[in-house]
């Protein structure tokens, strides 16, 4: 059905996800998959839920998901906005917040679905390089801009912001949204999330797909 697709399509370089392969007991370390499994309870909570409710249609609003985590996180509900996995989230973001006139900031080695999203939605966006160790360095962040977006810690790379570092970039553009990108946060980096009251600029994305070894489930 090639013919059919329309320009962008065929101009469009997807992402490439990480190998699936059926191997049982196999340790799969590109995805980032825990080897160990989710917590007890989780599998508790799964299988008390897999009752009749599974023929009806969830709450639109993932309410009681959205309580538990605004609770876990010390922010109000009304805050937190889930999705299918953090990829459907980041492509939202992507359509809502991040096109703007001036280009959408990012490091040049990152997380490579951000150019991808960029032809696809039609972002003008410009990568910072990351210094000799790596690092993003903030202060090169310093020139126009109508948004950012940074995982923190960094993919693949590893390497972390501080949390006074996250609120120095807000600072320099306090009329621009700044994305952080928290997929790995549990693995040695501090979470954004209580910069969010003081920033209303400021958007936290994290997932339950790393550290809390829910990647099957897809929330974000």
Same mark, same amino acid.
């Not at 999705?83 to 953090?86: P, R, T, V």
């Given at each position: 059905m090639s013919q059919f697709w329309s320009r962008l399509t065929h101009?469009?370089?997807p992402y490439v996800p990480g190998e699936q392969p059926r191997i049982a007991g196999l340790v799969k370390l =590109?995805? =980032?998959e825990s080897p160990f499994g989710p917590s007890p309870r989780v599998l508790e909570a799964l299988r008390a839920g897999a009752t009749d409710d599974l023929r009806l249609y969830p709450d639109p609003q993932s309410s009681a998901l959205?309580?538990?985590l605004a609770a876990n996180n010390g922010v109000a509900p009304e805050q937190v906005f889930v999705? =299918?996995?953090?990829d459907e989230v980041l492509a939202h973001v992507f359509a809502s917040l991040l096109k703007q006139d001036q280009p959408l900031l990012f490091p040049d080695i990152t997380y490579s679905f951000y150019p991808v999203y960029c032809r696809l939605f039609g972002i003008t966006h410009q990568t910072v390089p990351l210094d000799a160790g790596l690092r993003v360095r903030v202060e090169d962040y310093r020139r126009p801009a109508g948004a950012v977006i940074l995982p923190n810690p960094n993919a693949p790379t590893g390497v972390a912001l501080s949390r006074a570092e996250i609120v120095t970039l807000l600072e320099m553009h306090p009329n621009a949204s700044v994305v952080t990108d928290e997929a790995y946060v549990d693995f040695g980096a501090e979470t954004a999330i209580p910069l969010v009251a003081d920033h209303p600029n400021l958007l936290v994305v994290q997932t339950m797909s790393k550290s809390r070894a829910l990647a099957g489930l897809r929330v974000g």
């Open positions: 101009d469009l370089h =590109n995805t =980032n959205r309580a538990a999705g =299918n996995g953090s």
